[in-house]
């Protein structure tokens, strides 16, 4: 080893909707979102700098810890349906030929997503990691984090030396989790060792019961912190329903100085998620009973209704139109609705300037079954090109 461990890092993420209808090209993730467009090099580390991600959270700490770090690449696209063949071959190439040109490593630190399913692979991640295994041989340390909507695979438990697994909804840890793989791989070069176990649970946690400030996930994350003060590393995924494939599913990790403590561990989560499993079942409301009932509900005071299948952030359209039709039928009055994509619309708005009326099919292009354009008058009262400042935990670092 080196006496300033030289560790490569990269970047490769994406959630997966195979439900979605606009597929993640190359051009996808080499552009500029909510987070950096596609990073070669040194402008890895640069341009994340104090970011909330877990590269640059990983990157911080490795920095800190005087290791000689490797960026290679890093690179996101918004949610949405299959990663597209070309972009995952030429996205797994530049990491791989930049493995192979790094000269000498003393470990690898990936940061993934988990629920990434391609045009030929449903396992992205799993097979990311099975072509970085293939190159590097079998010893190398690979630690790598993950989302925690990751749908996490026997594969990648078994290819990846340790990983490490947001443990916020809303994600306000990711950097956390980025560093949270450093004492891990620092122990790993010291010669430790670990032993690891793996669980999948036999039901799904919609995204809408996954946030981690109540039960379910309250209850499950709360577990983890008395397991390490026992010696044992343990996290867990709940899973993302839209990448469907066979490790759809929750999951959890633990690794331990034994086998035996790692496996108690596994048991001891998967037998509080089988407690937990009714919990994980909320009901669902139709468009015409949500309505009625925020309408009921709203005397005087705000009410948040979420249209919980057409989700932008889960690679949703963003343009169907059956909740504003239920709150038309309704009465509802003093309705802000966001976020509705619809260029045509948008264009016609800013043409016509505030103040105008027009009158247009709004939305229901997608072809979402039984979804259809609303047809109405509209008057424009604001326009904006859209661009805002997030300023809240998430991405504000941290």
């Known amino acids: 080893m080196h006496a300033r461990p030289r560790i490569a890092i990269a970047g490769f993420q994406h959630e997966t909707n195979c439900f979605g209808t606009t597929k993640a090209g190359l051009a ?61 071959e030429t996205i797994c190439a530049k990491i791989l030929d930049g493995v192979q040109s790094a000269g000498p490593l003393d470990g690898i630190y990936l940061d993934l997503h988990g629920a990434m399913v391609t045009e030929s692979h449903p396992d992205g991640e799993g097979e990311i990691l099975r072509r970085l295994r293939s190159l590097v041989g079998p010893e190398l340390p690979i630690v790598v984090s993950l989302d925690l909507h990751a749908n996490v695979s026997a594969a990648s ?32 070069l010291a010669g430790g060792k670990l032993h690891k176990a793996f669980r999948q649970m036999d039901y799904l946690i919609p995204l809408h019961a996954q946030y981690t400030g109540a039960t379910p996930g309250e209850e499950l994350y709360a577990a983890l912190p008395p397991l390490e003060a026992e010696g044992v590393l343990a996290d867990i995924a709940l899973g993302f329903t839209a990448a469907d494939f066979p490790d759809t599913r929750p999951s959890c990790v633990a690794y331990g100085a034994t086998a035996d403590a790692a496996e108690r561990a596994a048991d001891h989560i998967s037998a509080l998620f089988a407690e937990l499993e009714a919990d994980a079942a909320h009901p669902m409301l139709s468009p015409q009973e949500a309505a009625a009932l925020a309408c009921e509900a709203r005397e ?23 909740l504003l039709a239920a709150l038309a039928e309704a009465g509802a009055q003093g309705v802000l609705m966001g976020l509705f994509h619809d260029p045509e619309a948008a264009a016609m708005a800013h043409a016509l300037g505030r103040g105008g009326v027009f009158r247009a099919d709004l939305g229901g292009r997608s072809g979402a079954e039984g979804d259809a354009p609303f047809e109405a008058e509209f008057e424009v009262v604001a326009l904006s090109d859209g661009a805002c400042r997030y300023t809240g935990e998430m991405y504000g670092g941290g």
Not at 69 to 80: D, F, K, M, N
Not at 178 to 185: D, E, F, N, Y
Not at 300 to 322: E, I, R
Request: with cysteine; glycine share 12%.
């Open 28 to 88: 996808e993730f080499e552009m500029a979102d909510s987070w950096p467009a596609m990073l070669h090099g040194g402008e890895v580390i640069a341009e994340t700098r104090g970011m909330n991600l877990p590269i640059a959270g990983f990157a911080a700490a490795a920095e800190a810890a005087g290791m000689d770090l490797v960026p290679i690449l890093w690179c996101a696209a918004e949610p949405s349906a299959h990663v597209t063949d070309d972009a995952f």
């Open 157 to 188: 438990v078994e290819l990846a030396s340790f990983i490490a697994i947001f443990r916020t909804y809303p994600h306000l840890d990711m950097g956390g989790t980025g560093a949270r793989c450093l004492p891990v791989l620092q122990r790993l």
């Open 300 to 322: 005087g005071k705000p009410v948040v209704l979420a249209d919980v299948q057409d989700n932008p952030g889960a690679g949703g359209t963003s343009d169907t139109t059956g």
